[in-house]
């Protein structure tokens, strides 16, 4: 498990990958997105290996969303405004297969 902190702008941001990536990660890997209470509410996106970038929804503040990161290489946000911005824990799990 590894966890860190980004600081979402009124701009995309990347909570993991990034747009340069041709190729997913195999396994299992989950990535867990939680926005901070205090937030604003973002607008999640995500890309897969043909560069298509794919609106995904909205995360209030104090929502969280697991993403499989096997068939996707870039999970970002934007927040709904163009002022403010928020900030998201983002947890990388594999879990283990039985």
Do not use: H
Request: hydrophobic content about 35%.
């Amino acid at each position: 498990m590894y966890s860190y902190d980004v600081k979402v702008l009124p701009e995309n941001t990347s909570l993991w990958g990034g747009a340069g990536i041709t190729k997913p990660i195999s396994g299992n890997a989950l990535l867990i997105c939680r926005n901070d209470e205090l937030g604003v509410p973002l607008n999640l996106f995500t890309q897969n290996r043909d560069d298509l970038e794919i609106p995904f929804g909205t995360l209030a503040p104090g929502e969280t969303y697991i993403f499989r990161l096997n068939e996707i290489t870039l999970v970002g946000a934007k927040t709904t405004d163009d002022v403010s911005d928020s900030v998201v824990r983002c947890t990388i799990v594999c879990p283990q297969s039985s």
